[in-house]
T-cell receptor
Framework: DGGITQSPKYLFRKEGQNVTLSCEQN?????MYWYRQDPGQGLRLIYY???????QKGDIAEGYSVSREKKESFPLTVTSAQKNPTAFYLC??????????????????FGPGTRLTVL | GQQVMQIPQYQHVQEGEDFTTYCNSS?????IQWYKQRPGGHPVFLIQ?????EVKKQKRLTFQFGEAKKNSSLHITATQTTDVGTYFC??????????FGQGTRLTINP
């Protein structure tokens, strides 16, 4: 059964603690992404990765870190430096393709999300 | 940087009424994608538009991509309660990441 999974579904953290959110995909997708969604808001890009051992900052990378040691996995660490971490975190993956000489992303498949609450 | 603006932010309709959400980019897009997020769920891909002036239909949903490839719209005819959710557009400007609009949250009075 192919797809993208995130765990845990709900996560509670004490202020000042780091926490790691898991994201795994078995779709053989090249690219993986992390987004943050606040209530009533759109999706904001935290980090993305197009290839193993490489990743780029998105629009709101401060206070977050990622790794891409395997194609299937793209964990996100929310560090104590993130001032307002309570949010819904979504992981996504996609195929990259080059139709006209530049790389573009195809459909993004989203995981079910992790709802992080800082107590 | 690239920005994608989406309006309205909220829309409440009576069941059976039509609904439209609009998406505008500050720059020309190579393509645009539309996603739907049900309450409590995650975004699910609906469609991708690539060509200037393109129009695509999925049953009661009609998607348009502007001639200048800077705007797009989603129109739902005769809404049903199953249409409830937040609709997002997302644009690509020749880069490898999507830029999402803020979304339009649709609620329906049965």
């Amino acid at each position: 059964d192919g797809g993208i999974t995130q765990s845990p579904k709900y996560l509670f953290r004490k202020e000042g603690q780091n926490v790691t959110l898991s994201c795994e995909q078995n779709l053989n997708h090249d690219a993986m992404y992390w987004y943050r969604q606040d209530p009533g808001q759109g999706l904001r890009l935290i980090y993305y990765s197009q290839i193993v051992n490489d990743f780029q900052k998105g629009d709101i990378a401060e206070g977050y870190s990622v790794s891409r040691e395997k194609k299937e996995s793209f964990p996100l660490t929310v560090t104590s430096a993130q001032k307002n971490p309570t949010a819904f975190y979504l992981c996504a993956s996609s195929i990259l393709y080059s139709p006209q000489g530049f790389t573009s992303t195809d459909t993004q498949y989203f995981g079910p999300g992790t709802r992080l609450t800082v107590l | 940087g690239q920005q994608v603006m989406q309006i309205p932010q909220y829309q409440h309709v009576q069941e059976g009424e039509d609904f439209t959400t609009y998406c505008n980019s500050s720059t020309t897009l190579s393509n645009i994608q539309w996603y739907k997020q049900r309450p409590g769920g995650h975004p699910v891909f609906l469609i991708q538009l690539v060509k200037s002036g393109e129009v695509k239909k999925q049953k009661r949903l009609t998607f348009q991509f502007g001639e200048a490839k800077k705007n797009s719209s989603l129109h739902i005819t005769a809404t049903q309660t199953t249409d409830v959710g937040t609709y997002f557009c997302a644009g690509i400007q020749g880069a490898q990441k999507l830029v999402f609009g803020q979304g339009t949250r649709l609620t329906i009075n049965p």
